[in-house]
Antibody
Framework: QVQLVESGGGVVQPGRSLRLSCAAS????????MHWVRQAPGKGLEWVAL????????YYADSVKGRFTISRDNSKNTLYLQMNSLRAADTAVYHC??????????????WGQGILVSVSS | DIQMTQSPSSLSASVGDRVTITCRAS??????LNWYQQKPGTAPNLLIF???SLQSGVPSRFSGSGSGTDFTLTISSLQPEDCATYYC?????????FGQGTKVEIK
C-alpha cells in the first residue's frame, strides 16, 4: 500500500536550518508530483511547495520563497524540504503529500502522518 | 493567488442531520475543487475530488457539488464519526490553496 513517512523534524532556534525527508513506498514515486503542506498549532492547512515528478520544476508559497527548497531523489524514493532561516512562524506539523491526476483533476490522495518542526529560542 | 473562503467556520448539528458546508473561490476554477476531512492528530483524508467525484472508500452520505466559484459539501445524515474539520482546496493553479476549514461537532 502507499506509504509516506516524514522524518527530520525537531526543535530548532530561529535563524537555523533543518532538512525534512519523506520516504515513499508502495507506488512508482518517480511518476508523481509531490507537495509539502504544513499546519501550525490550532490552525488550518497551508500549502508550502511542490516539485514535479522529474524534479524539473518547483513552486513555493510566498511565505517560504527564498528560504525553503524542495527537492527529490527518485533513485531513493525520497522527497526533501530544506528549511533555512527558520522563524517562529514556521512552527508547524509538516506533511508530505502525493498529487494524483485523474478524471481531468488533480488532488492529494495520499498524505504522510506529519512531522513537527518547532522554532524556538 | 486564488483565495478560498469557507463558511461557516464551525457548526454543531445532531446525529442524522443534513449538513452543508460552502466554499467560494476568488475566481473561476471550473470544477478543480477538492474536499478533505481531518480528525485531530491525523493527516487529512481526501473525500471528494473534481467537485463531485467521491473518493474510493468514502461513505456515500458525503457528496459535493458546484462549479465556477461556488461549491458545496453535503453530509446527508451526520454520524458521530464525522466529527472533524473539513477543508476545500483548489487545484486549478499553483499555489494549491486551501480554505480556512469548517469544524463540525455533534450537538
Amino acid at each position: 500500500q502507499v506509504q509516506l513517512v516524514e522524518s527530520g523534524g525537531g526543535v530548532v532556534q530561529p535563524g537555523r536550518s533543518l532538512r525534512l525527508s519523506c520516504a515513499a513506498s508502495g507506488f512508482t514515486f518517480s511518476t508523481y508530483t509531490m507537495h509539502w503542506v504544513r499546519q501550525a498549532p490550532g490552525k488550518g492547512l497551508e500549502w508550502v511547495a511542490l516539485i514535479l515528478s522529474d524534479g524539473s520544476n518547483n513552486y513555493y508559497a510566498d511565505s517560504v520563497k527564498g528560504r525553503f527548497t524542495i527537492s527529490r531523489d527518485n533513485s531513493k524514493n525520497t522527497l526533501y524540504l530544506q528549511m533555512n532561516s527558520l522563524r517562529a512562524a514556521d512552527t508547524a506539523v509538516y506533511h508530505c503529500a502525493r498529487e494524483t491526476y485523474s478524471s481531468s483533476s488533480h488532488f492529494f490522495d495520499s498524505w504522510g502522518q506529519g512531522i513537527l518542526v518547532s522554532v524556538s529560542s | 493567488d486564488i483565495q478560498m473562503t469557507q463558511s461557516p467556520s464551525s457548526l454543531s448539528a445532531s446525529v442524522g442531520d443534513r449538513v452543508t458546508i460552502t466554499c467560494r473561490a476568488s475566481q473561476n476554477i471550473r470544477n478543480y475543487l477538492n474536499w478533505y476531512q481531518q480528525k485531530p492528530g491525523t493527516a487529512p483524508n481526501l473525500l471528494i475530488f473534481a467537485a463531485s467525484s467521491l473518493q474510493s472508500g468514502v461513505p456515500s452520505r458525503f457528496s459535493g457539488s458546484g462549479s465556477g466559484t461556488d461549491f458545496t459539501l453535503t453530509i446527508s445524515s451526520l454520524q458521530p464519526e464525522d466529527c472533524a474539520t473539513y477543508y476545500c482546496q483548489q487545484s486549478y493553479s499553483s499555489p494549491r490553496t486551501f480554505g480556512q476549514g469548517t469544524k463540525v461537532e455533534i450537538k
